[in-house]
C-alpha cells in the first residue's frame, strides 16, 4: 500500500504526515462518511493513528488517498479495487521517481556511465 514515511520532525503544521484531524473533521473534509474511513483502514489504504483516548486521528496525506479513493468509488470501483488501484499508483509514481534519478548522469561521467577525459 502507499508509503507513509514520516518527514523530519519540524513545525506539525507543515507537516503532511502529522494525524491533526479528527474522524468527523476528516469524513466532513472529504465529503465522506466516518464509516468509508473505517473501511478504508480495514483494507490496508490508511492506518490512522491513535490519540491517547484511542480516537483515530487522520493527516493530510491519508485525506489525500482517502478522496482519490472516493473518486473511485464513485465511479464504480469497488472499495477493495480502488485501495489496491491507489497502492499500484503510488508504487508506480515511486518506480518513475527512481528511474529519473538512475538516468541522470552523475557529475563527472558521461550517460552511459564511463569517467570524462579531463584536459
Avoid: W
Avoid at 473518486?71 to 508504487?91: H, K, N, S
Avoid at 538512475?102 to 561521467?109: A, N, V
Avoid at 552511459?112 to 584536459?119: A, I
Wanted: with cysteine.
Amino acid at each position: 500500500m502507499p508509503s507513509q514515511e514520516q518527514p523530519a520532525a519540524g513545525d506539525p503544521l507543515d507537516d503532511d504526515h502529522y494525524p491533526a484531524y479528527t474522524m468527523g473533521r476528516a469524513a466532513e473534509l472529504i465529503g465522506a462518511t466516518p464509516a468509508f474511513l473505517r473501511t478504508l483502514g480495514e483494507a490496508g489504504l490508511i492506518t490512522p493513528t491513535r490519540s491517547d483516548g484511542g480516537h483515530r486521528r487522520y493527516s493530510r496525506q491519508q485525506l489525500r488517498l482517502a478522496v482519490r479513493a472516493r473518486e473511485l468509488v464513485d465511479q464504480g470501483t469497488p472499495v477493495d479495487a480502488a485501495c489496491r488501484i491507489i497502492g499500484l499508483e503510488d508504487r508506480l509514481e515511486d518506480a518513475l521517481r527512481d528511474n529519473e534519478e538512475l538516468r541522470r548522469p552523475e557529475e563527472g561521467f558521461r550517460s552511459r556511465g564511463e569517467p570524462r577525459v579531463k584536459n
